[in-house]
């Protein structure tokens, strides 16, 4: 058997079971590498969306604000406008009296007699009383006949009228209604 150059027999078995396990560890690990890179992938792609909509979410928010803020403005304005409204009636209403009340002063001045003196004129929407002074109970009929010659008063009465002892002045009020021809 001795043979220069002779036939080797390898009677070493391959371990074919190590192999196989290295093989499958090295595809576990391979996988293993994928699913990580992909979930990788996954958190990074996730984490860019949730930047994306909190920005947008903080940008609807600011936009939200500035409309809170044109509407409180809004109704603001809308408020203001009302509150103007009801004031420029109330001032022509004011004026519409005023005006009135200024015929009726008109129609009065008109009337009364020289030496008849007018110490109070209470005037409301449909009547007045005239409190004055007079020289004598002649000046007051006097002064109550120019009234009653006027359009412009319905009813007159002479509500109270005295004599003023230290004075020799007749104190007098005089209650009148106007109506319909007023202006």
Known sequence: MSNSRGIMINLIEKDQAKETRR????????????VLAGMGFIYR??????????????????????????????QDLREFRQESNRKRKLVLQVENVKT????????V??????????????IQEQRG??????PNYTMVASFLSGLRESVLFKDLEVV????????????????????????
């Open 129 to 134: 009383l005239l409190h004055g002074t007079a």
């Open 45 to 74: 792609y996730e984490q860019i969306k949730l930047n994306t909509e909190t920005n947008r979410y903080q940008e609807l928010m600011a936009r939200q604000k500035s409309n809170q803020t044109t509407v409180d403005s809004l």
């Open 100 to 107: 009135s009340h200024l015929h009726v002063l008109a129609e």
């Open 160 to 183: 109270s009228s005295s004599l003023n002892e230290e004075s020799q002045q007749v104190n007098f009020s005089i209650e009148a209604d106007w109506g319909e021809n007023h202006p």
């Open 109 to 122: 001045e008109k009337a009364i007699p020289a030496g008849v003196v007018l110490v109070g004129v209470d």
């Open 23 to 34: 093989l499958g560890v090295a595809v576990i690990v391979t996988l293993l590498l994928f």
